[in-house]
C-alpha cells in the first residue's frame, strides 16, 4: 500500500479476495518425497526421536509401579516399548500410509491396562515380581486379541468404505481435538516442576519463532532444530539444580519431577540387550479384559485417523485416500499385535507429538522419520546410552507437547478453508461436535477422578471399562457426532455438499484419481501389483 498524506487509495480488488483454497500446504521445506541432506536428515531425525521418548517413558513409568515392578522391570519395559516403536514406525513408513508419521505409545491403552492391574485375579499375589510378570502377560493376552480388530477393519477395506463419507467438515473436529484434547498433558505436566517447565516453553518459542525472525539468516538452524537447541540448554539447567542441591529438602514428589537422577532407568539398564517376543512368558487370555482392550483399539484407530490427515496436511502431501489409509490402520493393527508379543504395556498409534515437529521443522520428509525409527531401535538395544535421555524429566516433554498438540490441533482447524462457513449447516455441526467432544469425556474423566470408577458401573466390569473408555476420548466423540450428522443432515443437497467441502475431496476418493497420489504413497519394491490401492 502507498504511505502518505491524503486519504487511503481505494484497496486494490485482489486484496479484497479471500486467501485461495490449497489441496497441499505450501511452504514446507521438504515434503514426503524429498529427503533432506544427509546431516541435517540424521540431526531432525534424532529431534523426532527426542519428541516421541516423552510419551515413551510416562506411560511405564505411571504403570510399571502399579503393576509391582521396580527400577529394573520399568527400564526393560521403556526398552520394549522404543524398540517395537522403531519396528512400527518403520512399517508405517515402507508399506503402511507411507506419510512420515511416528508410531509410538498412546495414552488411549492406559484406562484398560489399569483396569487389568486391579483386576481379583492377581490381588493375592505376594511377590511383587511375580505379580507384575502376571500382569504384564495378562495385558499381552489382551492386546494380541485387539489387534484384530485394526488389523481386519483395516486389510479388509472396512474402514475405506468408512472414511469414503469423511468431509473436510466432519475432519476438523475429529483432527483438532486429536491436538487441542490432549490439553490435560500440556500445561499442568509443566506445572508439575514450573523452573523448568515454564523455561522450556519460553525458550522454545524464542528459538522456533523470534530468533530466526532476527537474524533473517538464509539457512534455518534455529528454528529447524529449536527442540534439540531448547531441551538442551534446559536439561543441563536442570542438571545444574539437581547438583546444586536445590531441592535437597523437597517434597519427594517435587524431586521425582524435577530431579535429572530419578527415574532410576539409568542404573536399571543393561549395557546391551534385545527385546524378544514372549520375554515376560506366555500371553494369558481374559474375555473381558479382552473386549475393553478392544475398545480401546477402536478408539485408538479413530483418533490415528485425525492423526494421518493432520500428517499428511504438514507433510504437504495430497489429502490421504481412503484405501491408503484403510491400510495404515491394517499395519498399525499389526503394530499392536507386536506391542502384545513382546509386552509393552500398551498399544500403538500415531504419535501426536511427532506429527506436531513436522509442523515445527517444515520438514515432512519421510527419510527422516524412518532415520528416527533407527534411533528408536539403536538406543532400545544400547539399553544405558538410551536411558540417559529417557531421564530428561518429563516437564519438558510437557513444555514441548503444550507446542506440538497445538499444531496438531490448528491443522484441524485448517480444513475449514474448504467449507464454507457462513452456513447454519456448518456452524451447527462444528459447534456441537467441538463442544459435546469437549464436554462428554470431561464429565466422564471428572465422575473417574472423584469416584474412583467411570459413571458406568454395573457388574460386568468389562462392559464398564468399553463404555467409559469409548466416552472418555475427545476426538472420537467430536468425530462420531460430526461424522454422523454431517452424513445424515440434508447429505443430497448439492449446495450443502458444497458447504461440507465434499468435492473438495472428491478427487482423491479413489486412488488412481489423482496422479499426486501415486508418488506420495504407492508401495515400494513393486508392491503396488500385489497389493492394488483403490
Given amino acids: 500500500m502507498a504511505g ?40 531432525l531425525g534424532f529431534q523426532h526421536f527426542l519428541v516421541m521418548l516423552g510419551t515413551t517413558v510416562i506411560i ?44 509410538g505409545g498412546s495414552y488411549t491403552f492406559v484406562v484398560p491396562t489399569i483396569s487389568i492391574i486391579l483386576a481379583g485375579r492377581y490381588s493375592d499375589v505376594v511377590d511383587p515380581h511375580e505379580k507384575f510378570l502376571r500382569i504384564m502377560r495378562g495385558t499381552q493376552g489382551a492386546l494380541i486379541v485387539a ?19 469423511l468431509s473436510p467438515l ?38 522456533s519463532q523470534y530468533i530466526p525472525h532476527a537474524l533473517h539468516s538464509e539457512k534455518p538452524v534455529f528454528d529447524r532444530f529449536a ?36 527415574s532410576g532407568l539409568v542404573g536399571g539398564s ?19 479384559e479382552a473386549f475393553a482392550m478392544m475398545a480401546a483399539s477402536f478408539v485408538s484407530l479413530v483418533e490415528s485417523t485425525g492423526a494421518f490427515i493432520a500428517v499428511t496436511r504438514y507433510a504437504s502431501a495430497t489429502p490421504l485416500p481412503p484405501s491408503v489409509l484403510s491400510r495404515g490402520i491394517g499395519w498399525q493393527g499389526i503394530g499392536i499385535l507386536l506391542d502384545g508379543l513382546f509386552g509393552t504395556v500398551n498399544g ?52 514441548l507437547y503444550c507446542l506440538f498438540f497445538a499444531y496438531v490441533g490448528a491443522a484441524g482447524l485448517s480444513f475449514l478453508q474448504f467449507c464454507n462457513l457462513n452456513s447454519f449447516r456448518t456452524k451447527f455441526i462444528l459447534g456441537l461436535s467441538v463442544f459435546m467432544g469437549l464436554s462428554v469425556p470431561q464429565y466422564f474423566n471428572e465422575y473417574t477422578s472423584v469416584a474412583g470408577y467411570g459413571p458406568v458401573h454395573t457388574k460386568a466390569r468389562w462392559f464398564n471399562d468399553i463404555i467409559n473408555v469409548i466416552f472418555s476420548s475427545k476426538p472420537f466423540v467430536a468425530g462420531l457426532v460430526a461424522f454422523f450428522l454431517d452424513n445424515t443432515l440434508h447429505r443430497h443437497n448439492e449446495a450443502a455438499r458444497k458447504d461440507r467441502g465434499y468435492h473438495w475431496w472428491k478427487k482423491f476418493r479413489s486412488f488412481k484419481a489423482d496422479t499426486r497420489s501415486e508418488e506420495f504413497y504407492s508401495l515400494p519394491f513393486n508392491l503396488n501389483k500385489f497389493f492394488p490401492s483403490v
Avoid at 7 to 21: F, G, I, S
Avoid at 229 to 234: C, D, E, G, L, P
Avoid at 352 to 372: D, K, P, W, Y
Fill in 60 to 103: 511405564p513409568t505411571a504403570l510399571v509401579p502399579q503393576m509391582g515392578g521396580g527400577n529394573d522391570e520399568k527400564a526393560r519395559v521403556v526398552q520394549t516399548l522404543l524398540f517395537v516403536a522403531g519396528i512400527n514406525t518403520l512399517f508405517q513408513t515402507l508399506f503402511g500410509t507411507r506419510l512420515p508419521a511416528v508410531i
Fill in 4 to 43: 502518505g498524506g491524503g486519504a487511503a487509495p481505494a484497496p486494490k480488488p485482489d486484496e479484497l479476495q479471500p486467501h485461495p483454497v490449497k489441496d497441499q500446504l505450501p511452504n514446507v521445506s521438504y515434503c514426503i518425497t524429498s529427503p533432506p541432506p544427509w546431516p541435517e536428515a540424521i540431526l
Fill in 147 to 165: 489387534s484384530t480388530l485394526q488389523i481386519i477393519v483395516g486389510f479388509s477395506g472396512l474402514w475405506r468404505n468408512v472414511t469414503r463419507f
Fill in 270 to 288: 543393561p549395557w546391551i540387550r534385545i527385546p524378544y517376543p514372549f520375554q515376560w512368558g506366555a500371553p494369558t487370555f481374559d474375555a473381558g
Fill in 227 to 262: 527442540v534439540i537447541f531448547s531441551v538442551a540448554i534446559v536439561w543441563l539447567y536442570a542438571y545444574f539444580l539437581t547438583v546444586g542441591g536445590a531441592y535437597k529438602h523437597s517434597p519427594p514428589k517435587t524431586q521425582l519431577h524435577c530431579r535429572t537422577d530419578r
Fill in 170 to 207: 466432519a475432519a476438523v473436529p475429529l483432527v483438532a481435538l486429536a491436538g487441542f484434547g490432549l490439553y490435560e498433558l500440556g500445561f499442568p505436566g509443566v506445572a508439575k516442576c514450573i523452573e523448568i517447565g515454564l523455561p522450556q516453553i519460553i525458550l522454545l518459542v524464542v528459538f
Fill in 348 to 399: 500403538s498409534s500415531v504419535s501426536v507429538e511427532n506429527a506436531g515437529l513436522l509442523a515445527l521443522t517444515r520438514v515432512g520428509s519421510r527419510r527422516v522419520v524412518q532415520i528416527s525409527a533407527g534411533f528408536m531401535i539403536f538406543f532400545s538395544i544400547l539399553g544405558k546410552f538410551g536411558a540417559v535421555f529417557a531421564s530428561i524429566p518429563a516437564p519438558i516433554f510437557a513444555a
